[in-house]
């Protein structure tokens, strides 16, 4: 009988290769890591989303606060002919709020503006809004308070 036909290279031994016990193994193990993997690296794409949120807030924040600096006022300017702030009217859209950065994930909008006072609202969107149930709709007013109160939102 010819030795290439036992299951032997030459008959020098057994042929090179993997099981498919072995491969299934392999496979099953990666599944696992895969299932651990995933869940995971989506929080962090969601926490990773609502940080970068909560800095545009404070970008708006920041332009709010040198608004009233030159206007001592949140709402409209001093001119003759008031104007009203570009940011309560939707005119002034900053580069944090673009769609190349977190424009897509969230949408800005001021939801109270006075003389003396603001809110600064970023909503969650699309896909955002559907993972991010724990925070929601994040706020930042005048006195730097922000919203919601819910441990590990800010």
């Avoid at 299951?7 to 299934?24: C, T």
């Avoid at 424009?103 to 909503?123: Q, V």
Wanted: aromatic share 8%; net charge positive; hydrophobic share 40%.
């Amino acid at each position: 009988m010819n030795k290439s036909f036992c299951g032997h290279m030459n008959g020098r031994g057994p042929a090179p290769g993997f099981s498919l016990i072995e491969l299934m193994i392999i496979v099953a193990i990666i599944a696992i890591l895969a299932a651990i993997a995933v869940p995971s690296y989506t929080r962090h794409v969601v926490k990773t989303k609502r940080v970068a949120a909560q800095a545009c807030l404070s970008e708006y924040a920041n332009y709010m606060e040198r608004y009233y600096t030159t206007n001592l006022r949140y709402n409209q300017d001093t001119s003759a002919t008031p104007v009203a702030n570009p940011v309560s009217d939707g005119t002034l859209v900053l580069d944090c709020a673009s769609a190349a950065r977190t424009g897509n994930d969230y949408s800005y909008a001021t939801s109270a503006i006075a003389a003396a006072s603001y809110t600064l609202t970023a909503t969650p969107q699309a896909a955002q809004a559907a993972r991010d149930t724990q925070c929601g709709t994040l706020s930042l007013d005048q006195a730097g308070a922000r919203g919601p109160a819910t441990a590990g939102c800010w």
